[in-house]
């Protein structure tokens, strides 16, 4: 079966960096979008980014734009977020998730309803 290990979670101080990984297992396509979202307590999950994981075709959210880049390495599975200048408000569980292809090039790669598998989440508090 689908399975996303996240991992890279922490804290750190505003104006800071951290990097998570998503490595996934048992997917069946090359080809999918690999969505990463976060949950901040009292908010609802937003979508925080998107990868067309052929082509590396990428979406963000305005509010990471230009701090935020997505990566990948085939060869161990793996997508990352790496997430530079860091602010209080990024603070929230990051999750990746995984869907069929069209999620990304049917402009709604932010929809979390519209993702099939998840990761189990790993936390970033940016706190000074």
């Known amino acids: 079966q689908v399975q996303l290990v996240e991992s890279g979670g922490g804290s750190v101080q505003p104006g800071g960096s951290l990097t998570l990984a998503c490595q996934a297992s048992g997917i069946a396509y090359r080809a999918y979008c690999m969505g990463w979202f976060r949950q901040a307590p009292g908010k609802e999950r937003e979508g925080v980014a998107g990868r067309y994981s052929v082509g590396g075709r990428t979406y963000f959210a305005d509010s990471v734009k230009g701090r935020f880049t997505v990566s990948q390495d085939n060869a161990k599975n793996t997508m990352y977020l790496q997430m530079n200048s860091l602010k209080p408000e990024d603070t929230a569980m990051y999750y990746c998730?995984?869907?069929?292809?069209?999620?990304?090039?049917?402009?709604?790669?932010?929809?979390?309803?519209?993702?099939?598998?998840w990761g189990q989440g790993t936390q970033v508090t940016v706190s000074s």
């Open positions: 998730a995984a869907g069929l292809s069209t999620v990304c090039f049917g402009g709604t790669w932010y929809n979390d309803y519209k993702y099939n598998y």
